[in-house]
């Protein structure tokens, strides 16, 4: 069964970057469409991009410009570069092996001054 432990969540200020890592157990990481969500407080989780087998991505409009999702299959990790940070980024982000009820155990990341 294949288990996902995200990494890299934190404190920055508004304009600065993090980069998110989502590393996977398992054999068959390849072939798997990944996602990352995030859940702010009260709100519902949303997806923000998403990487299938072939790299071919897509993202939340809000974030287009400003992330990018990436994978390495030979790390059997996937990352979610976040730049031009804004506070309205501040939730929880998630990995998720796409259309399963397999998630990460989420990091935190704050965007404040």
């Known amino acids: 069964q294949v288990q996902l432990v995200e990494s890299g969540g934190g404190l920055v200020q508004p304009g600065g970057s993090l980069r998110l890592s989502c590393a996977a157990s398992g054999n068959i990481f390849s072939i798997y469409t990944m996602g990352w969500y995030r859940q702010a407080p009260g709100k519902q989780r949303e997806l923000v991009a998403r990487?299938?087998?072939?790299?071919?991505?897509n993202y939340a409009d809000s974030v287009k410009g400003r992330f990018t999702i990436s994978r390495d299959n030979t790390k059997k990790t996937v990352y979610l570069q976040m730049n031009s940070l804004k506070p309205e980024d501040t939730a929880v982000y998630y990995c998720?092996?796409?259309?399963?009820?397999?998630w990460g155990q989420g990091t935190q990341v704050t965007v404040s001054s």
């Open positions: 998720n092996l796409w259309r399963t009820n397999v």
């Open positions: 990487i299938d087998s072939s790299s071919s991505t």
